[in-house]
């Protein structure tokens, strides 16, 4: 069975916040989104619209093209 976009982008956000030694509450604070919302995004229980891809590459830094990385 085919991993759904939703949670291989879930899966991309759950590690680069790791990587930053991050909690879901603060890259939520980083990104200025509700830490369920963190939580239902790196889950795949949510679709994240383009402002939202927008500011977690920004809070974590990233470009939106190395936040895609693997979600395809």
């Given at each position: ?12 956000v ?22 369920n ?36």
């Amino acid at each position: 069975m085919a991993i759904d976009v939703c949670t291989r982008f879930g899966e991309r956000v759950r590690q680069l916040r790791k990587e930053r030694g991050w909690r879901q509450l603060d890259l939520a604070e980083h990104a200025g989104i509700s830490e369920n919302y963190v939580s239902d995004l790196e889950l795949g229980r949510k679709e994240a619209c383009l402002r939202t891809i927008l500011a977690l590459a920004e809070a974590l830094g990233v470009t939106v093209s190395e936040m895609m990385q693997s979600v395809r």
